[in-house]
């Protein structure tokens, strides 16, 4: 086992040893409570730039296997985990987790205290970092942890998107067409929407109103994707066309907080972020509760007990995160829009969100009704 050494910015320095692959990498330190989904996290364009610590010990139990990436490659910019497994064991399971990581060139580190990284994180606020197996100076990695950009200011979605637009079709009949402005998406969503009948034409990330809207299309989904959603005008533009046009729009999570920008609400960056799988929220428009997967660094700035005035009518909150009160949903009363800051196409689960695409099929048959 060869040593590596991890820095954060403000140089607090874990030992332990190189996982995946070799070499130095630095990005911005987030942690996620999920204690299953490794695969699906690692293969989130959500994460790009970002150096991912898992606080579940134990991790690589299952190995990787052929069906579960969410996107074409491994996103993350770093990997950190306490105890990896020796011996995978799982029936879909094609290979190792540590293998699949040197496949893709992504540096990691094993054998560190993660709770004590995840609860320095939790209380100083997520920061820059650096791993490496070859700058085991710590002071020598701090300066490149600090010659690093910050994420606040990245504009990343279109480091992620696709750079042609495809068409996932439905499943059985198809019944709705809607586009999807790829700020990130990830394979489940369309797979999911798929299941409903609808045909998703997915677009580039800098695609305008008038090019989402070009083929007429019932819908229009904006994805969850990386980076700060203030540095990108482009989406928020777009955005305000689909809203003009009164086109049914649904975004979730990066697509949430553009809309919310589109409308004219700010956004700002959160002290460490929400990741994991049991993220509590209200849904206010059903009055339940909805356990839910998450994972966003910043998130949108609107009044929680009352609708908000827009250019585009009233807006109100329609879910809140119950562990601190966070935006975690908006719905338009007077334009068919609305969205969602967590992951109704969440894998590995939960599942208690999935009902939201049906509330976007049924916002389409409303707007044909009308039509
Ligand atoms: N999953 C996402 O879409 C993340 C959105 C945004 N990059 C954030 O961190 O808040």
């Excluded at 290979?95 to 893709?104: C, F, I, Q, R």
Aim: glycine content about 10%.
């Amino acid at each position: 086992m060869s040593e590596a050494l991890l820095v954060l910015e403000d140089g607090r320095a874990f030992r332990g040893e190189s996982y995946g692959a070799t070499g130095t990498t630095v990005g911005e330190a987030v942690f996620s409570t999920g204690m299953t989904g490794y695969q699906e996290t690692l293969t989130d364009p959500s994460y790009h730039r970002q150096v991912v610590v898992m606080t579940a010990p134990h991790i690589g139990n299952t190995g990787v296997n052929d069906e579960d990436d969410e996107s074409r490659r491994i996103w993350v910019a770093g990997f950190v985990v306490r105890d990896p497994a020796r011996r995978p064991a799982n029936w879909r399971s094609t290979g190792t987790l540590d293998a699949e990581l040197v496949a893709h060139g992504v540096v990691g580190i094993s054998g560190v205290d993660t709770r004590a990284l995840t609860r320095h994180l939790r209380d100083r606020g997520a920061m820059r970092v650096g791993i490496s197996t070859e700058v085991l100076d710590a002071d020598a990695l701090l300066a490149r942890v600090l010659a690093a950009p910050s994420m606040s200011g990245a504009d990343l979605a279109p480091e992620v998107t696709t750079e042609a637009a495809y068409v996932v079709p439905a499943v059985g009949e198809k019944r709705y067409t809607i586009s999807a402005l790829d700020l990130g998406i990830k394979a489940a969503t369309p797979r999911h929407l798929a299941e409903l009948g609808v045909e998703t034409h997915v677009l580039p990330a800098t695609a305008t109103a008038a090019e989402l809207l070009a083929a007429g299309p019932d819908g229009v989904f904006l994805s969850n994707g990386p980076g700060d959603p203030a540095a990108s005008d482009y989406a928020v533009d777009a955005v305000k066309g689909v809203l003009d046009a009164r086109r049914p729009l649904f975004g979730i999570c990066f697509g949430n907080q553009i809309l919310g920008r589109a409308l004219g609400l700010g956004t700002y960056k959160l002290p460490f972020g929400h990741r994991g799988l049991n993220q509590p929220v209200l849904d206010r428009v059903t009055d339940s509760v909805r356990v839910t997967s998450q994972n966003h660094g910043f998130a949108v700035d609107a009044l929680l007990d009352r609708a908000t005035d827009t250019p585009y009518g009233r807006v109100e909150v329609s879910h809140v995160g119950l562990n601190d009160q966070v935006v975690e949903g908006l719905r338009c009363l007077d334009v068919p829009a609305f969205s969602v800051q967590f992951h109704p196409e969440a894998a590995a689960g939960p599942h208690d969100a999935a009902p939201l695409f049906q509330r976007f099929v049924d916002l389409m048959e409303d707007n044909r009704a009308e039509a």
